[in-house]
């Protein structure tokens, strides 16, 4: 029998993984099925990533994203999509595609690149007080002269949280990303040296 009482005393975990944490104190009584800690599958992991609402149109299953850790390129796809908004954000869960870095831990917080288009070269502005009027759909670009900035609308394909993509811009374009406010539905700028 006290062979028996000291095997009752043994707690086995029902998968084989790392103990992350343990809930339970020198004396403490614990009952059947309650819970004493948590074990990480270390083969198993998946990947929990908070998304801006402002995407969860373009955000679908299988829609492929990457992250580097330790120097080398991991590659995610996305396994399920949680639609519920929920200050400002909402979740997707992700899969590695071949096997996930050794040394991550649960809790561990990373930077997941997602491919919303094909990847192309493209000329970004800073997302300045000309967005809240055009909203982004046009800017004042200034002549090739340097003189007189004129309305240009442009095709906006992408938004990112910081840039705005300018396309049909070219590098090295003078544009005016400052606040429209009180330039009302004018078509010309005229700049003034002062």
């Not at 493209?122 to 002269?145: M, Y």
Request: charged residues 25%.
């Amino acid at each position: 029998m006290m062979k028996q009482k000291v095997n009752d005393l043994i707690v086995k975990s029902p998968i084989d993984g790392q103990l992350t944490s343990l809930d339970a104190e020198i004396g403490q009584n614990k009952r059947q099925g309650e819970r004493l800690g948590q074990v990480d599958v270390l083969s198993g992991f998946k990947v929990r990533v908070d998304i801006d609402e402002h995407y969860i149109s373009r955000i679908y299953t299988g829609l492929k994203g990457n992250f580097t850790f330790a120097g080398k390129v991991y590659k995610l796809i996305i396994s399920k999509v949680f639609t519920q908004v929920t200050n400002g954000t909402f979740q997707v869960d992700m899969q590695f595609e071949a096997t996930g870095p050794k040394d991550i831990r649960r809790g561990q917080t990373l930077q997941i690149r997602l491919a919303l288009s094909d990847e192309k070269q493209a000329v970004l502005l800073p997302r300045g007080g000309f967005f809240q009027q055009t909203g982004g759909n046009w800017i004042f670009k200034v002549s090739s002269d340097g003189k007189q900035p004129i309305k240009q609308i442009f095709n906006l394909e992408t938004r990112i949280l910081i840039f705005t993509r300018y396309c049909g811009g070219k590098p090295g374009d003078k544009v005016i990303t400052s606040s429209y406010e009180n330039y009302g539905t004018m078509q010309e700028l005229v700049l003034n040296k002062q």
